[in-house]
């Protein structure tokens, strides 16, 4: 790529450097927005959350940015998440040309569930996540030791076929355990097909691109995400069906049902969640997060149950209870001294979907609200 005299310029009298900070700094206004809860801790938690943004930026724009040369990196885990980060989640992520081929080599493990999607568009520039194609695990063709190959192209192939566009640019892998401890992850690699090049030094203008496209991703990503959160307060303490149009436009996985809404509990409070029945479904678990939809310290605090952890009624229902203090039950959800966040509850391959109902009730009175 040719880089301009105007933008040499700019990158050797570094105000390149200089409108990426300042660009930054104005990413700050996501967290100081009038409705965002104003205390302390939850703006500590806003301006740590810009950095872990910043963090994954770079590497998905800078670091792993070249498609001829792709490579998984990991785009929320334990000290980076995004938009309600499935804990049980392990996400695999490559950024990809839609107009080349690409293989994936893989191993299938023993996790419970694992899907391939590509994906178009971006947050940091018209903030969506387009589907163009999708395969998972109960559609691939795997061999007796487990393992498996998938062809990424425009063009159908023989075999297990990942559909990209033109504008396909990123790949977003899950696997979805339900016991970590038991489960062996799937192992996968990519490459590019059809050569043998190697890459070539760092290109001036590519990086002034990529470096404004890191300043556009934090940015876009915290109001987008801090935008669902407003849309969640006049539900708060309730759990209702998300806009399941809405979460595939951002990178839904489309075998997945949604739920989403904010929650907020004094001390001595405690939020009771109750499903009826649940639905026969390949996987689900419920989560709380801070108010910046990040999933809370789930190395050291119970923040989620699955349908492998979840003690369920002798109907096939389970009932789950979000407070700081203990409530002395099961299928208990640790506050983690965190007042507010919001909370998402997620149905994997379900037919059916069985709505939960919701109250609050004081920590001392939960045994006769049950």
Same mark, same amino acid.
């Given at each position: 790529?040719?880089?301009?005299?105007?933008?040499?310029?700019?990158?050797?009298?570094?105000?390149?450097?200089?409108?990426?900070?300042?660009?930054?700094?104005?990413?700050?206004?996501?967290?100081?927005?009038?409705?965002?809860?104003?205390?302390?801790?939850?703006?500590?938690?806003?301006?740590?959350?810009?950095?872990?943004?910043?963090?994954?930026?770079?590497?998905?724009?800078?670091?792993?940015?070249?498609?001829?040369?792709?490579?998984?990196?990991?785009?929320?885990?334990?000290?980076?998440?995004?938009?309600?980060? &499935?804990?049980?989640?392990?996400?695999?992520?490559?950024?990809?040309?839609?107009?080349?081929?690409?293989?994936?080599?893989?191993?299938?493990?023993?996790?419970?569930?694992?899907?391939?999607?590509?994906?178009?568009?971006?947050?940091?520039?018209?903030?969506?996540?387009?589907?163009?194609?999708?395969?998972?695990?109960?559609?691939?063709?795997?061999?007796?030791?487990?393992?498996?190959?998938?062809?990424?192209?425009?063009?159908? !192939?023989?075999?297990?076929?990942?559909?990209?566009?033109?504008?396909?640019?990123?790949?977003?892998?899950?696997?979805?355990?339900?016991?970590?401890?038991?489960?062996?992850?799937? !192992?996968?690699?990519?490459?590019?097909?059809?050569?043998?090049?190697?890459?070539?030094?760092?290109?001036?203008?590519?990086?002034?691109?990529?470096?404004?496209?890191?300043?556009?991703?934090?940015?876009?990503?915290?109001?987008?995400?801090?935008?669902?959160?407003?849309?969640?307060?006049?539900?708060? &303490?309730?759990?209702?069906p998300a806009n399941q149009a809405l979460c595939q436009s951002v990178g839904?996985?489309?075998?997945?049902?949604?739920?989403?809404?904010?929650?907020?509990?004094?001390?001595?409070?405690?939020?009771?969640?109750?499903?009826?029945?649940?639905?026969?479904?390949?996987?689900? &678990?419920?989560?709380?997060?801070?108010?910046?939809?990040?999933?809370?310290?789930?190395?050291?605090?119970?923040?989620?149950?699955?349908?492998?952890?979840?003690?369920?009624?002798?109907?096939?229902?389970?009932?789950?209870?979000?407070?700081?203090?203990?409530?002395?039950?099961? &299928?208990?959800?640790?506050?983690?001294?965190?007042?507010?966040?919001?909370?998402?509850?997620?149905?994997?391959?379900?037919?059916?979907?069985?709505?939960?109902?919701?109250?609050?009730? !004081?920590?001392?009175?939960?045994?006769?609200?049950?």
């Amino acid at each position: 790529m040719t880089i301009s005299s105007i933008d040499e310029q700019h990158l050797l009298s570094g105000q390149t450097w200089s409108t990426f900070c300042d660009h930054l700094k104005r990413c700050g206004e996501q967290i100081l927005r009038p409705e965002a809860p104003a205390d302390a801790a939850t703006r500590a938690e806003g301006f740590r959350y810009l950095t872990r943004l910043l963090r994954i930026g770079l590497e998905m724009h800078i670091e792993f940015a070249d498609p001829a040369f792709p490579s998984f990196f990991k785009t929320s885990h334990e000290t980076a998440k995004i938009g309600a980060d &499935n804990p049980d989640n392990l996400y695999e992520y490559s950024r990809l040309d839609g107009t080349l081929d690409y293989r994936i080599k893989g191993q299938r493990g023993s996790v419970a569930y694992l899907s391939f999607g590509t994906q178009k568009g971006g947050y940091e520039t018209d903030g969506t996540l387009i589907q163009t194609g999708f395969i998972d695990a109960s559609q691939l063709e795997v061999d007796a030791q487990g393992n498996f190959e998938i062809i990424l192209s425009r063009e159908p !192939k023989p075999g297990n076929w990942l559909k990209m566009e033109d504008a396909t640019n990123a790949l977003i892998v899950r696997q979805t355990f339900l016991d970590r401890r038991i489960e062996a992850p799937a !192992k996968l690699s990519i490459e590019r097909m059809g050569t043998d090049s190697k890459p070539q030094a760092l290109d001036p203008a590519t990086f002034q691109q990529g470096l404004a496209r890191v300043s556009s991703f934090v940015e876009n990503t915290a109001r987008l995400f801090a935008d669902w959160s407003q849309s969640y307060l006049p539900h708060s &303490n309730q759990l209702p069906p998300a806009n399941q149009a809405l979460c595939q436009s951002v990178g839904g996985d489309p075998n997945i049902f949604y739920y989403h809404s904010h929650w907020a509990l004094a001390e001595d409070e405690a939020l009771v969640i109750h499903i009826d029945k649940v639905p026969d479904c390949d996987f689900w &678990n419920l989560q709380i997060n801070n108010y910046w939809m990040e999933s809370l310290d789930y190395r050291y605090h119970q923040i989620c149950f699955n349908k492998h952890q979840a003690q369920y009624d002798d109907n096939g229902g389970v009932t789950l209870v979000l407070s700081e203090l203990d409530p002395g039950l099961s &299928n208990w959800l640790q506050t983690a001294g965190v007042r507010q966040g919001t909370m998402c509850l997620r149905w994997v391959g379900a037919q059916e979907q069985c709505h939960p109902t919701t109250q609050v009730v !004081k920590v001392s009175a939960i045994a006769e609200a049950l």
